[in-house]
């Protein structure tokens, strides 16, 4: 993606040209509320413009007609306003979701069957997903360390397609990497991954499509797959384990499949402590920063760290899994966002990687 397109993305993703028709609109009538510059009806203006064309048919008119300074941060401000109040807005669908395995003879069995669906990202915004089991990230996986796993991928794309095991240190044909260690599976066949957990290798880690996976992992193929540990050590104990997974592909900027303000705030009572998962299945690095508190980081890529150290903003790469607790004794809604601005604020207000640690 290029820098104009992410310059150019927020407006295209938050807002119709219905509603930028609206901004304008809005904002030119309070500019004649006000007294200012703007004090003519639209014929006149057209009327006015119209005068000024010049020899090519374009015009010499300024377009749009300025506003006040202050008409035109009235303007902005209630786009931000609105942004804000419509958090956590209501969409349809949601992914990350707890899978319950079913039991055959002491192994865990998922089946995953990865298909096109539409997929709402933001209010009245629906998108070409392709997802596993129509969620967007993908079922949320945990199993134990030393558990027996089978996962069944039922292909009903129109491209071949394998799941790799992001983090996973596993006998080479379970790595799901097509023509390295299997076949591709083709759409309408299916392919058994069958593993056991490895001890030792707990944390967070991932399942994604690893076949033409720029377009495939883009559109949703991925998900969280986490293996907790026998004996939990005394740093990682929490009161709410919360995933989040970050993307950036055709979606727009998403944490767990959604935009601001469609994103999912994280609720804590005072005294909890909270662990996040971060998890970037994205293609670019994406600072989180957090409000109001520090995180605290135990783990990368599911390794524990040699010891937690502190931080409020944490840059989480391509393929890179952190975790961290934050000690909620800060009461009040805290903002928490990434920070590569064009990614999370616009002109037109926040927007896609924002959402909210509330602790109450
Ligand atoms: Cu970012």
Not at 195 to 216: E, L, R
Request: one cysteine or more; proline letters at 7%; aromatic letters at 6%.
């Amino acid at each position: 993606m290029s820098d104009t397109d992410v310059a150019e993305q927020p407006s295209d993703m938050l807002y119709s040209s219905a509603s930028r028709r609206t901004f304008f609109k809005r904002a030119a009538a309070t500019a004649i509320a006000g007294g200012a510059l703007v004090a003519c009806s639209d014929s006149d203006a057209q009327k006015k413009l119209a005068g000024k064309a010049d020899a090519s048919g374009g015009t010499t008119a300024p377009n749009p007609a300025p506003l006040s300074t202050a008409a035109s941060a009235e303007a902005m401000d209630r786009m931000h306003e609105a942004g804000i109040k419509a958090f956590p807005a209501k969409t349809e669908g949601k992914g990350n979701q707890l899978m319950q395995p079913v039991m055959d003879k002491g192994v865990k069995v998922y089946d995953i069957t990865a298909e096109a669906v539409k997929w709402e990202t933001e209010p009245g915004k629906k998108v070409e997903a392709w997802a596993y089991n129509g969620q967007v990230p993908g079922p949320q996986i945990r199993v134990r360390e030393g558990d027996k796993v089978r996962l069944v991928l039922h292909n009903r794309l129109t491209e071949s397609t394998a799941i790799h095991f992001h983090g996973l240190e596993l006998p080479n044909n379970m790595d799901g990497v097509p023509f390295i260690t299997q076949p591709p599976v083709k759409p309408g066949e299916s392919f058994t991954y069958e593993f056991t957990a490895p001890i030792g290798n707990h944390g967070s880690h991932m399942y994604h499509s690893h076949h033409n996976a720029a377009k495939q992992v883009g559109l949703g193929l991925l998900g969280a797959f986490i293996v907790e540990p026998r004996r939990p050590s005394a740093s990682e104990r929490a009161d709410i384990d919360y995933v989040m997974i970050l993307n950036d592909g055709m979606h727009g900027y998403t944490l767990n499949g959604k935009g601001f303000p469609a994103t999912e705030p994280i609720v804590a009572k005072m005294g909890q402590k909270v662990r996040v998962r971060f998890m970037n299945e994205g293609m670019m690095i994406h600072p989180m920063h957090l409000h109001g508190m520090h995180m605290t980081v135990i783990a990368k890529d599911g390794w524990m760290q040699p010891a937690p150290w502190k931080c409020d903003t944490l840059n989480v790469a391509p393929g890179e899994r952190w975790d961290v607790i934050v000690d909620c004794n800060n009461p009040g809604t805290w903002a928490f966002h990434c920070h590569i601005l064009p990614h999370a604020e616009s002109d037109h207000g926040m927007f896609g990687m924002v959402t909210a640690l509330i602790v109450a």
